[in-house]
Structures are given as structure tokens and as C-alpha cells.
């Protein structure tokens, strides 16, 4: 490292240690400049006791935040010497028992924490009488064996702020979270095409009917059933007699891959691979064959997305070969090189796979018709929906059967939804 | 897909505290600039401005464009302000109506287009907040600005209502600075919990109370230059470049480091001879500005004879090779005071023959910190006296001057050198460089002297002084400072230069021709230039050299060069108002002779406190009042509702009130655990208040449980808490 790097290096170091933010130090040199330009070089009354106000003030925030950020410290004690073990799901909200002080009666101060490490993790400070209880929400399955968050008292004017920095160990496990009912729902509709049901194949004729529910098509209802009994009964295919055979699943870890790992574990804990699965995820030393295994694999992938799809070739030779006739893939709703290895492994199967993903997008942005657009800010809609159709055309590619969940409805994509984002 | 409104970083409460702020902050710009109807529109405007920015903001009006509008504003406010007064579209307007209303479209277009691009910035960036303290700052400095440079006098508005009332205006405009540097801090502030803001706005009041309290008496020293070193501040900039530079060219050094808050004034005499052995060739080519440095008070009329008061600091008297320094070896210049008088009387060594001079008493207040005492030439005794205003004067003390009262034609016949001057005395008031052309100068021009007068040396001396007047241009525009000799450089060359060069080179042509002669430098006060009473202010631009000759049995004589060439500038008229101001000051009259001088208002703080009292006893009142009646409303006939809702004033009184978006079954549910009876009791108003007409037993249920949930409250809070509760008196505005 040059000189001028390792001067420029401790110079942040320095600055860092500083409580003062950007704002403040504007604020602090232009009084300190109008006040020894003004102030005092041409004896401004009005300058000069306001600059003192304002660099008063400065001092006073500067000074009440160091103070606090002692005072924080040394409260903090032993409570991030705790090993902290938890188990949760993504997006379940987590209290860590980390409890802080509020300095409810100190004025100009106010605290703020994140997390470092790991990424991922939303924690936020709930009031709990004079104290702040630190609750986290995950956003993405893993294993955290340590945290390191990054605690800022700050002044209410924004003028100083300084951050404490901490380690605490953990054993953390983050599940990806269960998909809802409305899911089941999505891969109802898909029943003709292999996936309507853990026990049995409903490939017969509408024989069948139950109680209609949410998303059922309306041409199925028995009008005349309803106009005796007022209830909405809904025809249903008969189903099969033969029980659905075992599938393989495959996890591939990538990008934006936590809506379908939550996909994943739906399939798992439902059954819908089947009653003796082989399942793999990338990074896992084996094959799951029961869903506990198999889960654990789809959270330990969350370390191997830069591999996706690297384990396709072991998959084929740690797999009986009639199994192979029904493959799941379960994939991430990103591109990458995965998306070349799966094409190349999907061309070796006796029979075309089914490839499941699933988004979290908003399907529908709002309407900023007009003159809006002229002047409004988009909303922070992620754009990664608008690469599904072309994700969608290179997965049909490898000549398997895709279907898109999208995750927050439980409804399918279809073309018609496909179009539409082609459209975006 | 509904869109949520875009986070405001601040509450709608701290939004309207801003906008007063920014109102404020206009009004006071546009006091000095626009008609009452602008100052109201402008004010307005930017009060609307800011809260139509948050409006906006939670709207995501896109940054970039919000800013564009107001550039847009602000270009409309110019052309339509102008286009309001061209056209002839509203003829029928008279002309008054037509300036008013151009004055209100543009102000208003301006200020609040101004403030709306502000405001988008900031809640954009908090950087730009830095901004808007600025503009609210500025805003109040920019009105105030005409007391700077020590006018007090200025703005006449303030100042003459603070003098009249026996209140020095510094204090007003200290106070204005306080309260606009508090009210621009608010415009910092972000969303916050109530509590928190409230806690830290009052220690915001404490702090800038703590600033004023303590820095309403501090003197401001502000750095004047005047280009010859007079000034504290010079002096120190001298020593400071001498330390690293030519050490060799020091004199005694150093300025004295005043005791100012003692009231009494005045110096701690160490200083002396003040480090002038500074090459004095290097001063600004401009002229300085015409700051107040110091007021003179005389206690007898005194009328100058050449229209000039020369007001001496120190004397130049030692030639060191290159020119004239202060003299450090503590032999000669005795006749010159240069320390501050603390506790007694200083008196110069008896040089001057008094039969010759008139005694001249006044009094010296300096606002300027100077290194040696400045008096009326030639001061011969020094007296301490009280500092009437510590805040003001920097230093006072009283002076006896001796002033020639005798014509110089009188003095004609007499030699310059005493007699009885010792050869070393003799030889360090005639030392002259080692240049023969100075002797060569001065015999041609004496080769004309009447032969009545060739052997006089005041004669000698005059001549000498006619020339230099005659062939001599005055000008800051050279320096000859590099020079080795600069009034050699001066003198030889195109005889161009300032009173420095014209001091040194007569005082050398004197020299050369057995005068004893050495310079003095203070201040040069024209008569003409200044009002009519007993006091003179002194200012910057009047600073000055001037060489000193000394006659054989009377002493040493002012003897100023008045060049008939200059191209400088006559200089400003000195204020009288801020002159005779300033002289009663020094008096001791507080209110600087605007005020019947027995005035001795005091801010009215019980008054003001008294009222604060009563505004806050009133608005205490008025809680509890409403507060009384709805817990009685339900004896007095208010039906289901008022009952349910006197009870819930009680939980809102100890912050147990419903949340936003809070159904009244899950606020009833999460007090159970307190209040097992109030689900059951909010089931039952529901029913009542939704369900129409209901029997009376159901209204009997709903009063059991109402008296039920209030025991049950009751039991489950702690005494204090409770008391908090029933001293509260606006719980109640949060129940819903």
C-alpha cells in the first residue's frame, strides 16, 4: 500500500471515530467561517451569537452522543457475551432478548441498529417500558453462526451521530418460510399435468366435487346443486387410482432463489414429491430421502448459489434411473449459468422434467398513466420481473414443463400474465 | 395496487413549526426590501411552500422535477413582477394599487418557490438542511446587517428604540441571533417520538439561553487593519511573520493583553514600544475600511490650529540601516506614554515646556484593541478610569495633552538639537542612512532659504516640508518595500507614495540638515470631516505617520507633510449620529443621548414571566374544563356513548388510548389483561351504538360494566401512575 493509500486509509479511520455526520460538518464549518468572517471580522451581533448558538448546539449533540454511546456501552454488559440459538422461519419475527436503553429522557439522542452480518436479516427496535427490545425479521433461509450489528446514537438534528460496532455468536437456523394455502390452491390448477395432489393422479373425467373455494373456475360450479342447497359446490377430476410415483427433486441455489426454496419446502412437508423422494440441493453432500434431510439441504444451499447446478451430475449417478423419469427442478427466478447446466442435464432424461419457480414481485405496478410519470417517482417496484419471460422461454427451452408460482397470491403465471411482463 | 404515501421525514406537527419558521425567516428578509403586502405575501407563500413540499413529497413528486419548478418560479416571479408593472392590461389600477401588487405576485412567486425547492432538497437530503439554516440565518443577518463594523447606531429602527429605552442594541441583535439560530436548528429536526422532541427542543431553549447568557456581555474584538500596524491584531499578525522571518528587525515585541472585563480599562502595561521595528514600507494599498476604533472625549473646547488632531500611538525614532524603528533601549522617546494606566497615573518625562502648549484634558476609549494607549499628541499623563461599558470600550482612560497653543511663527530663532542633549542623544535624533543624496536633496532645496532664516532650523524644516509637499504625490499604489532603502527609493524616484514614505524621507532630509526629527504614528482626525461635539471618533481609514521635529526649549512638534497631489479618495464623513453616539456612551449614558438619560428600563421579566404563567394556567384550565365535562356528561343524561367514552379518557390519560388503525375489540383486548371487563363492555356499546334501539337493561349492563371496568383500572395501575392519569388534563384529545 502507497503512502498516500495508507495516509488515506487512517484519515477514514479517523473521521470515523469523529460523531459528527456530513450535515454536521457542514453545519460546524460554515459557522465557525460566518463567524470568523462576520462574527467577529466585522463584529455581526446577530452572526456571531447565532453561529455560537449553532456551534453550541453542535457541541452540545456531539457531547450527548459520545456520553450516550459510553453510557450504551457500558449498559450493553454481558448481554452480547450470551450464545444465541434460535430456530425460525424467513419472515417470522424473531425478538433476540437483546434488550438497550431507550435514553427516553436524554435529549438530542436517539439509537439505531443494524446488522452487518449476516445480510439479510431486518432487525428493528420495539419499545418495552424504558428499554429497547431488538426484534429481527429474516428475510433469506440460512445459518448464522454469528452477528455483528452496528448500533448509532445519533443526535434528533442529524448533526453527530457515532456507531458502536459488536460481535455476538449464534447459532441461528432461518428456514424458508411455508407457503401459504393459497398455494396449494396454484398447484391445484395445474392438476392434469402431474402435480394436483400428494396420493393420486386426477387424470379422470369431472365426476368428482367438493366445496368450491377461492379461485376455483366458475365453470365448474353446480349452479343447479347451489339453487337447491344455496351452497357452491364445484366439480372436481376423479382422481387416479394409482398412486402418484415417487419423484426426484433438485434445488438449485442462485440469485433471488428464496420464493421457490419456500416453494421447495411446501413440496416437501406436503408430500408432493411423492411418499420416497430422492431429493438434492446444491452444496449437500447427498441425497435427502425425508423432508427433515432435505430441508436442512435447502437451507445449507443458500452458501452455494455461486454453484447452481453443479450437482446435476451427481444427481444422475446417485439416482436410481427410473426415477429420473420424474424430475422436479426447483429453480431460481434468475438467470445464470445453472440455466446451462440444467439444459444440458434435462436433454439426458428419459423424460421431459418439471421445472417449478417462484417470484415475489409485484405483478401488477401502479397505474401512472397521464402526466403522473412526468412527475412521480417510480414506484420501487423490482424490475427482475420484467427477465422472467425470457427466464420462462430459455427454461421451455431445455423442453421442460415450467410453472411459475407466484409466491405472494398463490396464483400460477400463465402466458396471458407472461405476455403481460414481456410488455413491462 | 394501492400506493402508500412516501415517508415525510418529519411529523405534520414539526412540518407546521417549519413553516412558521420559514414564514419568519421571509418576513424578516423582505422587511428592508418590500412593500407590507409583499413582506405578507412572501411570508405566506413560504409558509405554504414548505407545507405543500411535504404534500408533494409523500406524493413522490420526483426530486428533480419539484426543483425545476421552483427555478421555474422563481424566473416566473422576475418576469410576471415585471410584466405586472409594464402591462397596460390593469390601467384602471391606480399606481399605488399596481407596485403593491407587483411587489406581492413577485415576492410571493419568489419566496415560495425558493422554499419549495428548498424544503423537496432537504427532505431529499438532510445535507441540504444545511441550506435552510443558512437562508433563515442569512435572512435575519441581512436585515440587521448595517450595525456591523461597530455601527450600533444602525438599523435605526432597532437601535434607536433600544437607546431610548436604556438598552444597549447589541443585546437586541445578540438576542435576534439567538432565537433565529434556534428557530433554523427546527428546520434540522426529522420525524421523532413527541417526548423526544419536546425534551430536546427545551434543551435547545436551555442552550441558547446558556449562549446568550454568557456571551451578552463578551466584547467583541473585531480586527480592524490599518495598514501600519496600530491595531492588537496587527501587531500580533507582525510579531507572528516576524517570528518566522527577520528577527533581527524586532523591537520590543509584543502588543499588551488587555484585562477587559474589569471595568476599569486600560492595559496591563506590558507591552511598550510595540514591536515596530517592522519594515512599516508593506502596508495594504488599499485604504482601509473606515471601521470605529476609538472614541475621544474632550472636557475643554479645543480648537486646531491646522484643522487636524493628531492622535499619537507611538514613535519611530532609531534609524536600524534600512529606516526609523521604535526605539528599545529605553533612553530616548521618554516624552512618548506607552503603556496602559492600571491602577495609577503615568506621566511622560517633562520634554515638552508647557508655556508653550496648552493643557488639553480628555478621556480615550478605545473599541479597538491596541498594543500601546492612544492619546492626543502629545499626551503627558495617563489616567486610569472606569470603563463606563466593559461590552464596548475595549480599554478607557484619561489623557493630558499638551497642545501648541503658540504660533510657529513665534518659534522662529530657536535651534532644534537641546543644548544640553547628551552626543548620543544628539547622534540618534540625527542618524540618517549612509546616502550623501539625502544632505545633496536637502541643501538644494535650501539654496533658495531667505538668508534672514538660513540658519533656522524650523525655517530649514518648513522648506524641507514645502517641497515634499509641492513635488510629492500621494498614493498607496507603491510600496518600494523590497527597496533597501524605501524613502530613498521614494524620495529619488517619481516621489510617489504614502504618509509612511513621507514621514520617513522628511524626517531623514531633517536629519540631514541637523533637525532632530523622528516619525509618529497613530491617527489623523480631520475637524472637518467630523460633527460638531465634544467627542471624536476615530476610524481606521484615518490611521497615519507624520514626522516630529523638536525645538530647542519647547519640545517636539507635529510636523505633518500635506501632499497638493493625491489620487486618493477624500475621506467618508464619520457618522455623527454614531460619533456623538459614542461619546455619550463613554459618558455613561446607556442610551447614547437618544434617551432622556435617566431612563432605566429593564427588560419587564416578571411581566413576561407572569404571562407565561397565566397563558400556561389558562391552557391547564381549559383541559381540565373539557375534560371535567365529559366525565360528567354521562350524569347528565350524555347517554351509552358519553359513559364508554369517559372511561376510555381515563386509559388515554395514562396512554392506554386506542392506536391508529386500531379496531375497538383489539384495543378492548389488549387491555384485558388490565380491564377483564372491557371487551365485554366495548362488545356492548358496539351493539348499542350500531344495533338501534335497545332495552333498558341493556343500558343498565353497560353502566355496571363501565363502573366495573373502572375499579378493575383502577386496582391494576400503581399509585403513581394513576396520579399521573387524573393530573393529565389532555388525555381526552387522544381517545377515539
Not at chain 1, 427516553?104 to 436517539?110: A, N, R, T, V, Y
Not at chain 2, 378493575?712 to 396520579?723: D, T
Request: proline share 6%; with cysteine.
Amino acid at each position: 500500500m502507497s503512502r498516500a493509500r495508507r495516509t488515506l486509509h487512517w484519515a477514514r479511520r479517523l473521521v470515523g471515530y469523529l460523531p459528527l455526520s456530513w450535515a454536521g460538518l457542514a453545519v460546524g464549518l460554515g459557522a465557525a467561517f460566518t463567524l470568523s468572517r462576520y462574527g467577529l471580522d466585522q463584529a455581526d451581533f446577530t452572526l456571531r451569537a447565532g453561529c455560537f448558538v449553532v456551534l453550541a448546539v453542535l457541541g452540545c449533540a456531539m457531547l450527548f452522543v459520545l456520553l450516550g454511546a459510553l453510557v450504551f456501552n457500558l449498559s450493553l454488559g454481558q448481554a452480547l457475551k450470551r450464545h444465541l440459538e434460535h430456530d425460525l422461519d424467513v419472515g417470522a419475527d424473531l425478538s433476540t432478548g437483546l434488550r438497550i436503553p431507550r435514553f427516553k429522557w436524554w435529549p438530542f439522542i436517539d439509537i439505531s441498529l443494524e446488522w452487518l452480518d449476516p445480510p439479510g436479516f431486518e432487525p428493528r427496535l420495539v419499545v418495552d417500558g424504558g428499554q429497547y427490545v431488538e426484534q429481527v425479521t429474516a428475510v433469506e433461509r440460512g445459518r448464522i453462526f454469528g452477528i455483528t450489528r452496528r448500533f448509532t446514537i445519533r443526535d434528533v438534528f442529524g448533526l453527530s451521530a457515532f456507531s458502536l460496532i459488536k460481535h455476538q455468536t449464534a447459532a441461528i437456523r432461518v428456514a424458508p418460510a411455508m407457503g401459504d394455502t393459497e398455494l396449494a390452491v396454484a398447484l391445484r390448477h395445474s392438476s392434469g399435468d402431474g402435480y394436483s395432489h400428494p396420493s393420486g393422479k386426477p387424470v379422470g373425467e369431472m365426476i368428482e366435487m367438493r366445496r368450491y373455494s377461492a379461485g376455483d373456475p366458475l365453470r365448474f360450479v353446480l349452479w343447479k346443486a347451489y339453487a337447491r342447497t344455496r351452497k357452491l359446490l364445484v366439480r372436481t377430476p376423479e382422481r387416479a387410482l394409482m398412486p402418484q410415483p415417487s419423484a426426484v427433486g433438485y434445488f438449485v441455489a442462485g440469485e433471488r432463489d428464496e420464493p421457490t426454496a419456500s416453494t421447495t419446502r411446501y413440496f416437501l412437508e406436503r408430500g408432493l414429491l411423492g411418499q420416497s423422494f430422492s431429493f438434492v440441493a446444491d452444496g449437500a453432500p447427498g441425497i435427502a430421502t425425508n423432508t427433515a434431510d432435505a430441508l436442512e439441504a435447502v437451507i445449507d444451499s443458500v452458501h452455494h448459489r455461486a454453484h447452481g447446478g453443479e450437482g446435476l451430475d451427481r444427481l444422475a449417478a446417485a439416482v436410481d434411473p427410473r426415477q429420473l423419469g420424474h424430475c422436479v427442478f426447483f429453480v431460481p427466478a434468475s438467470d445464470g449459468p445453472w440455466l446451462d447446466r440444467l439444459a444440458a442435464f434435462s436433454r439426458t432424461l428419459p423424460a421431459p422434467p418439471s421445472i417449478v419457480l417462484a417470484v415475489d414481485d409485484e405483478l401488477e405496478p401502479p397505474s401512472r398513466g397521464g402526466t403522473r410519470r412526468w412527475w412521480q417517482e417510480a414506484p420501487t417496484v423490482s424490475r427482475e420481473l420484467s427477465k422472467l419471460p425470457a427466464l420462462y422461454d430459455r427454461l421451455r427451452a431445455t423442453g421442460g414443463e415450467v410453472r411459475i408460482v407466484h409466491r405472494p397470491t398463490g396464483r400460477l403465471i400463465g402466458p396471458v400474465e407472461l405476455d403481460a411482463l414481456r410488455r413491462l | 395496487m394501492k400506493r402508500t404515501l412516501r415517508p415525510g421525514r418529519e411529523s405534520a406537527g414539526i412540518a407546521r413549526m417549519q413553516a412558521l419558521v420559514y414564514g419568519l425567516a421571509a418576513a424578516l428578509y423582505l422587511a428592508r426590501i418590500a412593500t407590507p403586502v409583499g413582506l405578507a405575501a412572501g411570508a405566506a407563500c413560504a409558509a405554504i411552500a414548505v407545507l405543500l413540499a411535504r404534500f408533494m413529497w409523500r406524493r413522490h413528486l420526483k426530486v428533480g422535477v419539484g426543483v425545476a419548478i421552483a427555478a421555474v418560479g422563481g424566473v416566473a416571479a422576475t418576469l410576471f413582477g415585471d410584466w405586472f408593472l409594464d402591462t397596460s392590461l390593469f390601467s384602471s389600477l391606480s399606481a399605488r394599487t399596481t407596485i403593491v401588487a407587483a411587489d406581492a405576485l413577485y415576492f410571493g412567486l419568489l419566496c415560495g418557490s425558493v422554499t419549495f425547492g428548498l424544503r423537496l432538497l432537504a427532505a431529499w437530503r438532510q445535507i441540504f438542511s444545511v441550506l435552510e439554516v443558512a437562508l433563515v440565518v442569512g435572512s435575519a443577518a441581512y436585515t440587521f446587517l448595517d450595525h456591523r463594523n461597530l455601527n450600533i447606531h444602525r438599523p435605526r429602527f432597532l437601535a434607536d428604540w433600544a437607546l431610548s429605552q436604556g438598552i444597549d442594541p447589541a443585546l437586541i441583535l445578540q438576542g435576534l441571533g439567538v432565537i433565529t439560530a434556534l428557530m433554523a436548528i427546527v428546520l434540522l429536526v426529522r420525524a421523532q417520538r413527541l417526548s423526544k422532541l419536546l425534551i430536546s427542543l427545551f434543551a435547545l431553549l436551555i442552550v441558547g439561553g446558556a449562549v446568550y447568557w454568557f456571551s451578552k456581555d463578551v466584547l467583541i474584538e473585531m480586527e480592524v487593519v490599518t495598514g501600519l500596524g496600530l491595531t492588537d491584531q496587527e501587531q500580533k499578525d507582525k510579531d507572528k511573520g516576524k517570528s518566522e522571518g527577520d528577527k533581527g528587525e524586532d523591537g520590543k515585541g509584543g502588543g499588551s493583553e488587555k484585562d477587559k472585563g474589569d471595568g476599569k480599562g486600560g492595559s496591563d502595561g506590558k507591552g511598550g514600544g510595540g514591536g515596530s521595528g517592522k519594515n512599516p514600507f508593506g502596508g495594504s494599498s488599499q485604504q482601509p475600511p473606515p471601521h470605529p476604533v476609538a472614541v475621544a472625549v474632550f472636557h475643554d473646547d479645543l480648537e486646531s490650529k491646522n484643522g487636524i488632531l493628531y492622535f499619537r500611538q507611538q514613535v519611530l525614532s532609531h534609524y536600524d540601516g534600512n529606516h526609523l524603528v521604535v526605539d528599545d533601549s529605553g533612553d530616548y522617546d521618554k516624552d512618548v506614554l506607552t503603556e496602559f494606566p492600571q491602577t495609577q497615573t503615568l506621566a511622560a518625562a517633562p520634554v515638552q515646556r508647557e508655556a508653550f502648549f496648552t493643557r488639553v484634558p480628555t478621556s480615550m476609549y478605545l473599541l479597538v484593541d491596541h498594543p500601546q494607549p492612544l492619546a492626543l499628541s502629545s499626551s503627558v499623563q495617563l489616567t486610569p478610569t472606569e470603563n463606563p461599558n466593559p461590552s464596548r470600550f475595549v480599554a478607557a482612560y484619561g489623557v493630558i495633552s499638551l497642545v501648541l497653543s503658540t504660533d510657529y511663527r513665534r518659534l522662529v530663532g530657536r535651534g532644534s538639537v537641546d543644548p544640553e542633549w547628551s552626543p548620543e542623544r544628539v547622534e540618534h535624533y540625527l542618524k540618517t542612512p549612509d546616502d550623501p543624496r539625502y544632505a545633496a536633496l536637502a541643501e538644494e532645496i535650501l539654496r533658495d532659504i531667505d538668508p534672514r532664516f538660513a540658519g533656522d532650523d524650523l525655517m530649514k524644516a518648513l522648506m524641507i516640508k514645502r517641497y515634499l509637499e509641492v513635488e510629492g504625490f500621494y498614493t498607496r499604489t507603491v510600496k518600494y518595500k523590497s527597496d533597501e532603502d524605501p524613502a530613498a527609493a521614494f524620495l529619488f524616484g517619481d516621489k510617489r507614495g504614502y504618509c509612511v514614505h513621507f514621514a520617513h524621507s522628511a524626517a531623514h532630509l531633517f536629519r540631514s540638515q541637523g533637525i532632530a526629527a523622528r516619525v509618529a504614528i497613530g491617527y489623523a482626525v480631520d475637524t472637518n470631516a467630523r460633527g460638531e461635539g465634544s467627542s471624536v471618533l476615530i476610524l481606521a481609514d484615518r490611521a497615519h505617520a507624520w514626522p516630529e521635529i523638536h525645538i530647542a526649549g519647547v519640545g517636539w512638534l507635529p510636523f505633518d507633510i500635506y501632499p497638493q497631489r493625491s489620487d486618493e479618495k477624500p475621506p467618508q464623513l464619520v457618522e455623527r449620529s454614531l460619533e456623538s453616539m459614542l461619546g455619550e456612551m463613554a459618558r455613561g449614558d446607556k442610551t447614547g443621548g437618544i434617551g432622556d438619560g435617566d431612563s432605566d428600563w429593564a427588560m419587564p421579566w416578571a411581566t413576561i414571566g407572569w404571562s407565561i404563567l397565566a397563558i400556561f394556567g389558562l391552557v391547564l384550565l381549559v383541559g381540565y374544563v373539557v375534560r371535567g365535562l365529559r366525565l360528567l356528561r354521562p350524569a347528565l343524561g350524555g347517554g351509552h356513548a358519553a359513559a364508554f367514552v369517559a372511561l376510555l379518557d381515563g386509559f388515554s390519560a395514562v396512554g392506554l388510548q386506542r392506536a391508529t388503525d386500531e379496531t375497538r375489540e383489539r384495543h378492548a383486548q389488549r387491555l384485558a389483561a388490565l380491564v377483564p371487563s372491557l371487551p365485554p363492555l366495548t362488545q356492548l356499546h358496539l351493539r348499542l351504538a350500531l344495533g338501534g334501539p335497545a332495552p333498558a337493561e341493556l343500558h343498565a349492563e353497560l353502566r355496571r360494566l363501565c363502573a366495573a371496568s373502572r375499579a378493575e383500572f383502577r386496582g391494576a395501575l400503581p399509585i403513581w401512575r394513576r396520579a399521573v392519569g387524573i393530573l393529565n388534563p389532555y388525555g381526552w384529545v387522544r381517545t377515539r
